[in-house]
Structures are given as structure tokens and as C-alpha cells.
């Protein structure tokens, strides 16, 4: 490929600035096997992207080709449009934090973050006073002296961000960083990385296999699938506009109803005819495809003997605090799930229901 690469990046997305990071046909085989389809991206100053994806999906290993700890096999990378494709690690300004913190078990909490910073030959008074400030943002100022068999997981944790930020790398990779954490901890943590993001202006590339934590954290999520791109976007689009069916499936709660297009816009299925959403792909009559309809769209009231709609039997009901989640068996056995508040009319196990949705909630996906 012969374009220069911060005009590729500002093209692909119709932007201005340049890229911080452009990714160009990037690969890595091992063997017969492909850890990573080549792939082209571009992440922009100041994004949070989330890489999101099924375990050996390949999310480690684009960090590492982005971190330069593997070599790709195909394809190049640009950091703030400079080839860094061949770049060592410690020369590309990235900072790094993994799930396994590694923090040196010898070293205070102090001595564990001045390391990054000794390593690049900062002068102490400096060393100091950025450590401090380090410490600092992560709210661990008082435990400076303690070693890290003194600290908790999230305050462990805490430090190998602060280690990490200390010399304020413009680029941050996690990879699962708070995969080890409870989940108390998780939310409390994910809330700081959002602060720290605001507050530092850094461009994060953040891994999880949560898709909670990748709706709640990313300015966008790239979900992977099998070594590749599976669909990149805003959380709500991604939600709301599901590319496939694993999209569909792995961010958020969905009903898969399958079946066959039939003739008049209906997708004729095993439990009567189901209206398209008016802005569905075209596909020919006859064609298998999958309506994905998400739970809180789904609205139940209960059936009576002349009724035609889509009809079920209610046989779970789950309280959730703030919702009822109700699981509706239709006459073929399909299971659908539906919320309901606790003040709409009560509905119980072995009740039977009608089920209905805005037409327009729905998405058709071929299957
Ligand atoms: N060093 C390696 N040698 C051989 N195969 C590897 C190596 N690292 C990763 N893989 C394979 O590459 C695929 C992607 O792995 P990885 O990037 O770690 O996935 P994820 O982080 O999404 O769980 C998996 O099938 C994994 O087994
Ligand atoms: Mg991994």
C-alpha cells in the first residue's frame, strides 16, 4: 500500500487530526495458526477504545503487536503517523498494564513506581515529585511505603496503574487489568480508569472479555471474533445495531427468533408471522434469517382465547431489584426474554401471555 498513512487514517473516518495509532494489514501466524487476521485500524488522540471478544480471540495478541513485545508477521503500525512497526518496546512512549501486575515483590509501593521512571534516567528531584503525583491520582499517598504483600488486589492493582502513568505515556494498553478484581472492586476501579482517562487526555486501548465493562468504559468497542474484526463502533450502535448474530449475542441481552422471509415484509416462523423492522436488509423470499429483539423491547400482557399474536407460556421470573426478567416459552419451544417493571400488573409462572414489540426495535440478520 502506497498512501501515506495519517492520510489514510484521517480518510477512513472523515477526521482532521491524524491518528494516534494506525494499524495496516497486521497479522501474526503462529505456525498453521492465525492468532491475528491482518487487520486495519485507527484509534484517535484522546480515545477510549475497548477490544472486547471471547477467550483466544485474539485480544492479547494485538496488544502485544501494538506494545511490540511479538513480531507481527505481515503489516505495519504508526504511532502519531511514524512507523513504529519495528520499533523496541521501551522506545515507543506506550505505557503498559496487565492483569498480572507483577509489581517486585521487594520494592515499597514507592520504589515500584520510581522504577519506570529510574529506568529512563529521570533526575531525582523530578523522580520525586512525579511519583508522588502518581501515587496521588490512584489515591495511594499514605501507603507509599508498604510493600505490595501489605496491599489488597485493587490496591495492587492501583499501583500498576500509577507505575504505568508515572511517565505519562500518551498511549495506555490494559490488558484485562481488573479481570482479577471482585466485582465491587471491578466497578469501583472501572470508575477511576474512566477519571484517569479524563483527567491524563492519554489515548486508551483496553482489553476485556466483559461486555458490561466495555459498554460502561469506551468511547468505542472493537469486538473480535476468531483472529478478526467482527464489528467496531459506539457502544450504543453496536448495541442497537448488531452486525451479526454473535454481535448480537455477545453485547447485551437478545431474543434470536429464527425463521423464513416470507411473502408481504413478514418473517415466517415456527410460531406465526413476524413483522420486519421497516428498515431491514433486503432478502429474497425464502431466505433463513434471524430476528434479534432485545428484552426491554419486549412488552407481554396477558392472552385471551381470540388473540392471534404471538403467543407464550410464562415459566421463569427472575427479580431483579429494579425489573422482573421474564422467560417465555413459545409454542415451539423458543425462549424469549422480557423485562416488566415491578409496578406494571403482575404475571406468573404458567401464565399465558401475548408478546408484541415496535416492529421498528427489531433487527433482521441473515442466518
Ligand atoms: N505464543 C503463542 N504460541 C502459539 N499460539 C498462540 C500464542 N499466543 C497466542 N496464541 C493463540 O492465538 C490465539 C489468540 O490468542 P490471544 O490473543 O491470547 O487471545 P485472547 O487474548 O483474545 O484470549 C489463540 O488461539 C491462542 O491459542
Ligand atoms: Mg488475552
Not at 491520582?137 to 508498604?146: H, I, N, Q, T
Not at 450504543?236 to 437478545?254: C, K, T, V
Request: with cysteine.
Amino acid at each position: 500500500m502506497s498512501a501515506e498513512p495519517r492520510a489514510v487514517g484521517a480518510a477512513v473516518m472523515g477526521r482532521e487530526s491524524p491518528s494516534k495509532l494506525s494499524v495496516r494489514g497486521i497479522a501474526k501466524r503462529y505456525g498453521a495458526a492465525d492468532a491475528l487476521l491482518p487487520m486495519d485500524l485507527d484509534v484517535w488522540p484522546g480515545e477510549f477504545l475497548t477490544v472486547l471478544g471471547p477467550s483466544g480471540s485474539g485480544k492479547t495478541t494485538l496488544l502485544q503487536l501494538v506494545a511490540g513485545l511479538i513480531e507481527p508477521s505481515a503489516g505495519s503500525l504508526f504511532i502519531d503517523g511514524e512507523d513504529r512497526t519495528h520499533t523496541p518496546v521501551h522506545q515507543r512512549g506506550i505505557g503498559v498494564v496487565f492483569q498480572n501486575y507483577a509489581l517486585f515483590p521487594h520494592l515499597t509501593v514507592r520504589e515500584n513506581v520510581l522504577f519506570p521512571l529510574q529506568m529512563r534516567r529521570v533526575p531525582a528531584p523530578e523522580l520525586k515529585r512525579r511519583a508522588a503525583e502518581a501515587l496521588g491520582m490512584v489515591g495511594l499517598g499514605a501507603l507509599e511505603d508498604r510493600f505490595p504483600r501489605e496491599l489488597s488486589g485493587g490496591q495492587q492493582q492501583r499501583v500498576a496503574l500509577a507505575r504505568c502513568l508515572v511517565y505519562q505515556p500518551a498511549l495506555i494498553l490494559m490488558d484485562e487489568p481488573l479481570g482479577a478484581l471482585d466485582r465491587k472492586l471491578r466497578e469501583a476501579m472501572q470508575m477511576e480508569i474512566k477519571r484517569l482517562h479524563r483527567e491524563t487526555g492519554a489515548t486508551i486501548i483496553f482489553v476485556t472479555h466483559d461486555q458490561e465493562e466495555a459498554l460502561a468504559l469506551s468511547d468505542r468497542i472493537l469486538l473480535m471474533n476468531h483472529g478478526r474484526i467482527e464489528q467496531i463502533g459506539t457502544p450504543q450502535h453496536i448495541y442497537e445495531h448488531p452486525a451479526s448474530l454473535f454481535a448480537a449475542d455477545f453485547i447485551g441481552l437478545s431474543n434470536v427468533i429464527q425463521g423464513r422471509i416470507g411473502a408481504g415484509g413478514v418473517l415466517e416462523t415456527p410460531d406465526g408471522a413476524l413483522p420486519l423492522p421497516p428498515e431491514a436488509p433486503r432478502l429474497s423470499s425464502g431466505a433463513t434469517a434471524a430476528l434479534v429483539v432485545r428484552p426491554e423491547h419486549v412488552s407481554l400482557r396477558p392472552a385471551t382465547p381470540e388473540c392471534a399474536a404471538l403467543r407464550g407460556r410464562i415459566v421463569e421470573s427472575v427479580y431483579a431489584g429494579s425489573e422482573f426478567r421474564l422467560l417465555v416459552t413459545l409454542g415451539s419451544g423458543t425462549t424469549i426474554v422480557a423485562r416488566r417493571s415491578p409496578g406494571q400488573a403482575p404475571l406468573a409462572i404458567g401464565d399465558e401471555v401475548v408478546l408484541d414489540w415496535d416492529a421498528a426495535q427489531g433487527r433482521l440478520l441473515p442466518a
